[in-house]
């Protein structure tokens, strides 16, 4: 098993939902790596790689405080595993310049960049580095959001050209698994995103907390408490789903928002107390960890110690399908 999260920003509720509550779950009984992704950090941050440094270990920590527990799980930093970039540069041989532009992952990251015409070719081909993280730990599973399914997919599709070049299926296949929840909301119902602002990120204090609970996007129609409301579209409805596990309440309050008579406050009211007792426990325990910052990057370098190895066997086996001998 195998992810990974670039270090450009805090991780969120949306990481949360979306994969990292699975990786917590299942790293008793698969062999996980999770990757901080600094290398893929660049390919929209090269220009201040002091925030990307200062990010390690933040991501880190959020790792730790969710509870993806060390003796079980291997962190490693992309950076300092240079295979990784080797086996990139390999497998950039084997992609068209146009099945990258269709990835729709990477458009829709363009335009919300705004690159226009001015795209860095890392980022373009970041896919493509994604692809050797994943194969490069012959990873079959990959707990992810939905808009990780086109990585997915184009890993898949560079695994099985690497088989027909070299006549034998040198790395396997990978699949996607998605939670009940591959897509969270960000507060004003756009795509959760660091870069947006809208996003409830795991460190955030209880006043944050409580702030963008109140600022959330509901049913504009929705004046009153007595009027019908929308349950699709709503991002508190959508919040609760996501992480209320008391599911038959949820569905009652749904029934009832519905039919009109119940209020927005009412129901924030609930998804705040709901979400401060979630992270809670998360905020004490990163708090606690941040005071020995040392012993933590003392973990990631371990972690990349063990992985390595690993990677190094996949790429000598991806070169030898290509070149004379494994010497270098
Ligand atoms: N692209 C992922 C993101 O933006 C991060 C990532 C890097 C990743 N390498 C990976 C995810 C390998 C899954 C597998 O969140």
């Known amino acids: 098993m195998l992810t990974g999260d670039r270090p450009t920003g805090p991780l969120h509720l949306g990481h949360y939902a979306g994969?990292?509550?699975?990786?917590?779950?299942?790293?008793?009984?698969?062999?996980?790596?999770?990757l901080i992704a600094d290398l893929q950090a660049l390919t929209d941050h090269a220009g201040r790689p002091r925030d990307v440094r200062r990010n390690v270990l933040e991501v880190a920590l959020d790792y730790l405080a969710v509870g993806i527990d060390p003796s079980k799980s291997t962190i490693a930093l992309q950076s300092a595993i240079p295979e990784l970039a080797e086996l990139t540069v390999l497998y950039l041989n084997l992609v068209t310049l146009a099945r990258l532009e269709r990835n729709p992952t990477v458009r829709s990251e363009i335009e919300l960049r705004g690159f226009v015409r001015d795209i860095p070719v890392g980022f373009l081909s970041y896919p493509v580095s994604q692809a050797a993280d994943i194969t490069g730990f012959r990873a079959t599973l990959v707990p992810v959001g939905d808009d990780q399914l086109p990585m997915i997919e184009q890993t898949n599709e560079?695994?099985?050209?690497?088989?027909?070049?070299?006549?034998?299926?040198?790395?396997?296949?990978?699949?996607?698994?998605?939670?009940a929840t591959p897509r969270l909301p960000g507060i004003d119902g756009r795509k959760a995103s660091k870069s947006l602002g809208n996003?409830?990120?795991?460190?955030?204090?209880p006043?944050?907390?409580?702030e963008k609970v109140r600022a959330m996007f509901t049913d504009p129609a929705h004046v009153r408490a007595s009027d019908p409301g929308h349950v699709e579209g709503n991002v508190v409805f959508a919040y609760l789903e996501a992480f209320d596990p008391r599911r038959d309440e949820v569905?009652?309050?749904?029934?009832?928002?519905?039919?009109?008579?119940?209020?927005?406050?009412?129901?924030?009211?609930?998804?705040?107390?709901?979400?401060?007792?979630?992270?809670?426990?998360?905020?004490?325990?990163r708090e606690l960890l941040a005071r020995d910052p040392d012993r933590v990057m003392a973990m990631i370098r371990a972690g990349t110690e063990r992985a390595q190895p690993l990677v190094a066997a996949v790429l000598a086996d991806v070169r030898e399908v290509f070149f004379l001998s494994r010497a270098h």
């Open 199 to 205: 996003a409830i990120a795991l460190s955030a204090s």
């Open 251 to 285: 569905a009652e309050l749904e029934r009832r928002y519905r039919a009109g008579g119940l209020g927005d406050v009412a129901l924030k009211r609930r998804l705040e107390e709901l979400l401060q007792s979630l992270l809670e426990p998360v905020r004490s325990r």
């Open 158 to 179: 560079i695994v099985r050209r690497l088989a027909s070049i070299a006549g034998w299926p040198v790395v396997p296949e990978c699949r996607a698994l998605l939670s």
């Open 19 to 34: 994969s990292l509550r699975n990786r917590v779950a299942l790293q008793d009984i698969h062999q996980q790596t999770v």
């Open 207 to 210: 006043d944050e907390i409580r």
